[in-house]
T-cell receptor, first 114, second 115 residues
Framework: KNQVEQSPQSLIILEGKNCTLQ??????????LRWYKQDTGRGPVSLTI?????NTKSNGRYTATLDADTKQSSLHITASQLSDSASYIC?????????????FGTGTQLKVEL | SQTIHQWPATLVQPVGSPLSLECTVE??????LYWYRQAAGRGLQLLFY??????ISSEVPQNLSASRPQDRQFILSSKKLLLSDSGFYLC??????????????FGQGTRLTVV
C-alpha cells in the first residue's frame, strides 16, 4: 500500500532559525514528490516538485532534497519567518494505469515564534 | 488558464440532513479529480478519486459518496450527515499524463460543521 510518513508531527522554532522537515514514502511506481504549504483554513499551495532524477530543488528560503534510493525527502527552511507558520505536506505521485495518483502525508505543523 | 471552484465556503448542517458539495474545474479536459477531508488537527485524507466521468474510486469507507456527472464536475454527497462528518473538505485536480510531472491544484475548501 502506498504510504507517505512525515516527521515531526509538529515543530516550534524561533524566528530566524532554520529547520528541516522529513518525509519517507513507500509509493510505487514513483513519479514525483512535492512539498505543499497549507495555511490554516486554506487550500495547499505547491512549494517544490522533484522527479526521480532530481536530488535538490530550491524555492526562495525553501530547499527540498530527494533520495530516491532510500525513498526519503526533506524540506529545509532557512531563516524562518512568522509567515512560515503553517502545515507542510509531502505528496508523492505514482503512475497507475488510470493516470497519476497522489498520496499525501499527514503534514508537519510548523509554528514560528518571536 | 485553469481554475478550480469549490462551494460553498462554509456550511452548517444538522445531523441527519443531506449534503452536496460541488467542485468544478475550468480550462482543462479529462482532469483527475479528488476529494479530501481534513479533520481538526489532522492531515489531508483522500476520500475519493476520479479519472473520468462516472469513474469513482473510494479510498476509505464512510458515510459519503462522490459523483462525476460531467468531465469537470465533481460532487461530494451524503444522504444523512453524522457529527463525525464535520471537517474541512478540499477538492483538487491534476492533469492526467501518461508520463512526466504532475501538479495538484486545490480549491479553497469548504468548512463543514455538523450540529
Amino acid at each position: 500500500k502506498n504510504q507517505v510518513e512525515q516527521s515531526p508531527q509538529s515543530l516550534i522554532i524561533l524566528e530566524g532559525k532554520n529547520c528541516t522537515l522529513q518525509c519517507n514514502y513507500t509509493v510505487s511506481p514513483f513519479s514525483n514528490l512535492r512539498w505543499y504549504k497549507q495555511d490554516t483554513g486554506r487550500g495547499p499551495v505547491s512549494l517544490t516538485i522533484m522527479t526521480f532524477s532530481e536530488n535538490t530543488k530550491s524555492n526562495g528560503r525553501y530547499t527540498a532534497t530527494l533520495d530516491a534510493d532510500t525513498k526519503q525527502s526533506s524540506l529545509h527552511i532557512t531563516a524562518s519567518q512568522l509567515s512560515d507558520s503553517a502545515s507542510y505536506i509531502c505528496v508523492v505521485s505514482a503512475l497507475t494505469g488510470g493516470g497519476n495518483k497522489l498520496t499525501f502525508g499527514t503534514g508537519t505543523q510548523l509554528k514560528v515564534e518571536l | 488558464s485553469q481554475t478550480i471552484h469549490q462551494w460553498p465556503a462554509t456550511l452548517v448542517q444538522p445531523v441527519g440532513s443531506p449534503l452536496s458539495l460541488e467542485c468544478t474545474v475550468e480550462g482543462t479536459s479529462n482532469p483527475n479529480l479528488y476529494w479530501y477531508r481534513q479533520a481538526a488537527g489532522r492531515g489531508l485524507q483522500l476520500l475519493f478519486y476520479s479519472v473520468g466521468i462516472g469513474q469513482i474510486s473510494s479510498e476509505v469507507p464512510q458515510n459519503l459518496s462522490a459523483s462525476r456527472p460531467q468531465d469537470r464536475q465533481f460532487i461530494l454527497s451524503s444522504k444523512k450527515l453524522l457529527l463525525s462528518d464535520s471537517g474541512f473538505y478540499l477538492c483538487a485536480w491534476s492533469v492526467r499524463p501518461l508520463r512526466g510531472n504532475t501538479e495538484a491544484f486545490f480549491g479553497q475548501g469548504t468548512r463543514l460543521t455538523v450540529v
